[in-house]
């Protein structure tokens, strides 16, 4: 069954970086687009950023856009989501995501809180 693990989550201070990563297993990673979305609280969740199967296309939600770097290693299996100069606008609840045959599949989430 298609499982995805978060990690990377934690405390920074406004300015700070974090790298999360998404650990893939259950269905052939490197045939499926990869995408990293957010929820902070009492907001909807959004899409954060996507990365196409080979990596060579990525999208990014305006407001991280020149902060957020996602990218991916098909021989892990694992999708990264680089954040930069974060703010504490960022904080929130962050989810890796793969569209399987329409199911939407999600990991349990890790938090990052964006504070001093």
């Known amino acids: 069954q298609v499982q995805l693990v978060e990690s990377g989550g934690g405390l920074v201070q406004p300015g700070g970086s974090l790298r999360l990563s998404c650990a893939a297993s259950?269905?052939?990673?490197?045939?499926?687009?990869m995408s990293w979305y957010r929820q902070a609280p009492g907001k909807e969740r959004e899409l954060v950023a996507g990365i196409t199967t080979a990596g060579n296309i990525r999208n990014y939600a305006n407001s991280v856009k020149g902060r957020f770097t996602i990218s991916r290693d098909n021989e892990k299996n694992m999708v990264y989501l680089q954040m930069n100069s974060l703010k504490p606008e960022d904080t929130a609840v962050y989810y890796c995501?793969?569209?399987?045959?329409?199911?939407?599949?999600w990991g349990q989430g890790t938090q990052v809180t964006v504070s001093s």
């Open positions: 995501n793969v569209f399987r045959a329409t199911v939407a599949y």
């Open positions: 259950g269905f052939t990673f490197s045939r499926y687009a």
